[in-house]
């Protein structure tokens, strides 16, 4: 099992900063990928950003340029630091992992959701 405890999030203006982060622990070996998803009132959850343990990271096209997802694997935590935030971006972010176990195939976890929401 894998708990993560999701913190950051709230509102913000357009055009304001927000800073959300994800801690995993649970008897893992490793957590393979570490990301963030949103969902919007009345819109499938949709993909924000993951990066892989040696760091290499990934977002969906429309927050590129604008936000910047890390990782400290010490502490098992993904952080996602969003810029230049728009009314759209206002959603339920949701943490993911993805977390290897000993005898174990990987294994996907999910997190609580925090609440971001940008006023126009």
């Known amino acids: 099992q894998v708990q993560l405890v999701e913190s950051g999030g709230g509102l913000v203006q357009t055009g304001g900063s927000l800073r959300i982060s994800c801690a995993a622990s649970?008897?893992?070996?490793?957590?393979?990928?570490m990301g963030w998803y949103r969902q919007a009132p009345g819109k499938q959850r949709e993909l924000v950003a993951v990066?892989?343990?040696?760091?290499?990271?990934n977002y969906v096209d429309s927050v590129k340029e604008r936000f910047t997802i890390s990782r400290d694997n010490a502490k098992n935590t993904v952080f996602l630091q969003m810029n230049s935030l728009k009314p759209e971006d206002t959603a339920v972010y949701y943490c993911?992992?993805?977390?290897?176990?000993?005898?174990?195939?990987?294994?996907?976890?999910w997190g609580q959701g925090t609440q971001v929401t940008v006023s126009s």
């Open positions: 993911n992992v993805i977390a290897m176990f000993q005898g174990v195939g990987p294994l996907q976890y």
């Open positions: 649970g008897r893992f070996i490793s957590i393979k990928v």
């Open positions: 990066v892989t343990s040696d760091g290499r990271p």
